[in-house]
């Protein structure tokens, strides 16, 4: 469904046009504020559990769990994204991450809290995350006209990274000054803004049908919805590059939620060290998206992906070189960058290749391919690292993330002949 409002801007897109959109500043807020609570549900989950136990491979196990609910819970997610009203899909989902919060708050402050609650909160929070993601994905193109599409995708993703820069600063300071428990009640409060925005968007956010025929919910209506989405990707001559390059940039290389064991390798650091780590990264990405912002005129941009993800290897690969926290805060902004440029480009281009209502399943492969790929990862860097330190894990998978980089690009042609039609 198109924008409820009228296209009211004059003469130039720029990052703010998106902004002059009311519907838009309120996805905008609550995208914002659901950021900033995934982001310290992550800290503070990884860090209270590795205090606890000492072990990466335990914080490797949170991988394994996500893995297994994430993959069934993205089929429903971009069906149900392209069944239901996609704005109270959102708040409903997003209220189930609230309560499970504040479930985890309660537990800390009543002194409550063991390992198997982390695993559970981690699983819910997993599907939680999943089933709002392709919602709000497929949100942005129903908010603003076509032609500032790239301009709102790169605002997005520049509003989820500044919420990832001050989430581990704000974590950081909390579990310093205070306490972890501090760090659990402020992730749930922050939820609250991402419940309430999506019920103040005016616009018809219910998805197009085909033939505007009734869809039933039922297992094998979402299986068959779910297969004709896997079938228009598997058909396009870019999206599925798209997807293999995400999958191989991340596979061997996703470090966050196991980066608490990598501060401690790498440079002997506490949760300080992590907030600041992740801050970093996430200032990396801030500029990445910028950067985007400012190549909105070069026509290649399935290779500008490639280019991204090389950057992004060669980064990995320098960061597990690194024995100074300064250093490594240095690299992980080059990390971020890359990141930044790779994750703006392929959700515009998914966005603007995919009609309204395949949008949800489409945006939905892709996080499925991105959750899928992030916690093979989580499994594969806790597990490694545990094995044979951080340093040659991240020189690994840097390498790695290089070699598969350079495949999909010989492989897939339409990475290397898509020019933009925007």
Do not use: C
Request: proline share 4%.
């Amino acid at each position: 469904m198109p924008s409820a409002e009228p296209d009211r801007t004059h003469g130039r897109v720029t990052i703010w046009s998106p902004f002059t959109f009311a519907d838009y500043r309120r996805l905008w807020f609550g995208s914002a504020a659901y950021t900033i609570t995934a982001q310290l549900a992550v800290l503070v989950t990884a860090v209270w559990l590795y205090e606890e136990t000492g072990s990466a491979a335990r914080l490797a196990l949170l991988g394994v769990v996500q893995l297994f609910v994430q993959i069934v819970a993205l089929v429903w997610g971009g069906t149900l994204a392209d069944q239901f009203d996609r704005k109270r899909l959102l708040a409903t989902v997003q209220a189930a991450t609230f309560t499970v919060l504040t479930a985890l708050a309660v537990l800390a402050v009543a002194g409550l809290l063991v390992p198997w609650h982390i695993y559970a909160a981690t699983a819910v929070l997993g599907v939680t995350a999943v089933l709002s993601q392709p919602a709000r994905g497929a949100l942005t193109a129903n908010v603003v006209p076509r032609s500032h599409l790239l301009h709102a995708v790169s605002a997005d993703n520049i509003t989820r990274q500044v919420g990832s820069v001050l989430a581990p600063l704000m974590f950081a300071l909390v579990a310093e000054r205070l306490s972890l428990t501090a760090a659990f009640v402020m992730a749930a409060a922050t939820a609250i803004p991402s419940v309430l925005m999506p019920l103040g968007i005016r616009a018809d956010t219910r998805p197009a049908r085909e033939a505007d025929v009734e869809v039933s919910g039922g297992p094998r209506e979402v299986l068959r919805r779910a297969w004709e989405g896997f079938t228009f990707v598997r058909r396009h001559r870019l999206l599925p590059g798209l997807y293999l390059l995400d999958i191989g940039m991340t596979v061997f290389t996703f470090y966050r939620q196991v980066l608490p064991a990598l501060a401690s390798g790498l440079f002997r650091g506490g949760a300080g060290a992590v907030g600041l780590l992740t801050a970093a990264n996430s200032l990396g990405s801030v500029l990445g998206s910028l950067t985007v912002v400012g190549l909105n005129r070069y026509p290649k941009k399935g290779m500008l992906v490639v280019y991204a993800t090389v950057g992004f290897s060669l980064s990995v690969f320098l960061f597990g070189t690194t024995t100074a926290l300064w250093m490594g805060v240095a690299v992980i902004v080059l990390m971020g960058g890359t990141d930044g440029v790779s994750v703006t480009m392929r959700e515009t281009v998914v966005q603007l290749e995919t009609p309204d209502a395949m949008r949800g399943r489409t945006v939905s492969l892709g996080y499925l391919a991105a959750v899928t790929a992030n916690n093979v990862g989580t499994i594969w860097v806790g597990f490694l690292a545990a094995e044979v330190g951080a340093a040659r894990t991240m020189q690994a998978g840097g390498l790695l993330s290089l070699i598969i980089t350079f495949g999909v690009w010989r492989a897939v042609s339409g990475l290397r002949q898509y020019r933009d039609r925007a």
